[in-house]
């Protein structure tokens, strides 16, 4: 099992720029494949963006494309999630989740969560 946290979350004005990242610890996170969802109060979890085992891969949900970077770096065991051109509509708590899948868009491909980290962006 791997367990993961999220850290980097904050406040930042729209426009603005955040790197997210997640340290994983137990099992090494170069055996999964990672992903990084969204979710605000009331609504459903969503996808944002997946990278692959090693990286040669990734995916990103049309709201984020071109605005965010996910990355790994597995000597680390961390992934990241650089987001730039901030919007107020990427306010939400960001979570960190590992699948043995790789490139998985899907909640229910990821068996490993961390607890989330808030990032608020203001207008």
């Known amino acids: 099992q791997v367990q993961l946290e999220e850290s980097g979350g904050g406040l930042v004005q729209a426009g603005g720029s955040l790197r997210l990242s997640c340290a994983a610890s137990?099992?090494?996170?170069?055996?999964?494949?990672m992903a990084w969802f969204r979710q605000v109060p009331g609504k459903e979890r969503e996808f944002v963006a997946t990278?692959?085992?090693?990286?040669?891969?990734?995916d990103y949900a049309d709201s984020v494309k071109g605005r965010f970077t996910i990355s790994r770096d597995n000597a680390k065991n961390t992934v990241y999630l650089q987001m730039n051109s901030l919007k107020p509509e990427d306010t939400a708590v960001y979570y960190c989740?590992?699948?043995?899948?790789?490139?998985?868009?899907?909640?229910?491909?990821?068996?490993?969560w961390g607890q989330g980290t808030q990032v608020t962006v203001s207008s």
């Open positions: 989740a590992a699948s043995i899948l790789e490139a998985a868009r899907v909640q229910w491909a990821y068996t490993n």
């Open positions: 137990g099992r090494s996170a170069s055996t999964y494949g």
């Open positions: 990278i692959s085992r090693n990286g040669g891969r990734t």
